[in-house]
C-alpha cells in the first residue's frame, strides 16, 4: 500500500526553536490529518484540514493543506519538551457511501529536543 | 469517559499459535479499524469494518483475521499464517467522514 512522503525523518532542536515538516503525495486527498505518537502510546490527533489551501492553528501549531491537495505542512512555534515524540501526516478520502475514511499515512518525523 | 480500549497492552506469542487482540469503543462509532506499525514505519492498514458484520482488507491482511459481531467490538487475530506477527497494533474507530481516532496499542512479541 502507498505511504506518504514525509520529511524530514528525523529533527534534533533546541528548545524555543520553531520546527517544520511536511508530507507529499503523488494522490489528490480530500482531508490532511496531523498526529502525534508519543513512546508506547497510539497516536493523537492534532490539527485536521478539509479543504484546499485552508491554513489552521492549535496553540503552537500551524498545519496548511496545499492547493494541489497533494501536500500538506505542519509547523510548530517555541518548541518545549513535551514536543517530543514522532510526527504523523495522514491523508483521507472516502471508501464508500457510508462516509467512512481510508487514511494513508507518512512514515513519521521523529522531534527530538537537545538539551 | 469515552474512548478505545486495547487489551492486552503487552501480548507474547509462541510459534504456531493464534492469538487475539481486543479492541473496545464507547464512542458509538460506525467504522473501525487495525493498523500494523514497525520500527521506523507508518501505519499500515489490516483490515477495516464499516458497519456490523461486515468488515474489508486492508493493505496487509494476510495472516489476520476479524470479526465485527457487536458494533462495539472489532478483535483480531493473528493467526500462525503470519510469519513476522512482532509488531505494534492499532486500533481506531470514526464516525461519518470524521478523523479516526486511536487506542494505545498492544504490542505482540514472539516467544
Known amino acids: 500500500g502507498q505511504q506518504l512522503n514525509q520529511s524530514p525523518q528525523s529533527m534534533f532542536i533546541q528548545e524555543g526553536e520553531d520546527v517544520s515538516m511536511n508530507c507529499t503525495s503523488s494522490?489528490?486527498?480530500?482531508?490532511w490529518l496531523w498526529y502525534k505518537q508519543d513512546p508506547g502510546e497510539g497516536p493523537v490527533l492534532l490539527i485536521a484540514?478539509?479543504?484546499?489551501?485552508e491554513l489552521t492553528s492549535n496553540g503552537r501549531l500551524t498545519a496548511q493543506f496545499g492547493i494541489t491537495r497533494k501536500d500538506s505542512f505542519l509547523n510548530i512555534s517555541a518548541s518545549i519538551p513535551s514536543d517530543v515524540g514522532i510526527y504523523f501526516c495522514?491523508?483521507?478520502?472516502?471508501?464508500?457511501?457510508?462516509?467512512?475514511?481510508?487514511?494513508?499515512f507518512g512514515t513519521g518525523t521523529r522531534l527530538t529536543i537537545i538539551p | 469517559d469515552g474512548g478505545i480500549t486495547q487489551s492486552p497492552k503487552y501480548l507474547f506469542r509462541k510459534e504456531g499459535q493464534n492469538v487475539t487482540l481486543s479492541c473496545e469503543q464507547n464512542?458509538?462509532?460506525?467504522?473501525m479499524y487495525w493498523y500494523r506499525q514497525d520500527p521506523g514505519q507508518g501505519l499500515r492498514l489490516i483490515y477495516y469494518?464499516?458497519?456490523?458484520?461486515?468488515?474489508q482488507k486492508g493493505d496487509i491482511a494476510e495472516g489476520y483475521s476479524v470479526s465485527r459481531e457487536k458494533k462495539e467490538s472489532f478483535p483480531l487475530t493473528v493467526t500462525s499464517a503470519q510469519k513476522n506477527p512482532t509488531a505494534f497494533y492499532l486500533c481506531?474507530?470514526?464516525?461519518?467522514?470524521?478523523?479516526?481516532?486511536f487506542g494505545d496499542g498492544t504490542r505482540l512479541s514472539i516467544l
Open positions: 484540514l478539509y479543504k484546499a489551501g
Open positions: 469494518s464499516q458497519i456490523v458484520n461486515d468488515f
Open positions: 481506531a474507530s470514526s464516525i461519518g467522514r470524521r478523523p479516526q481516532h
Open positions: 495522514a491523508g483521507q478520502r472516502f471508501i464508500s457511501n457510508f462516509g467512512n475514511e481510508k487514511l494513508t
Open positions: 464512542l458509538n462509532h460506525d467504522a
Open positions: 494522490s489528490i486527498f480530500n482531508t
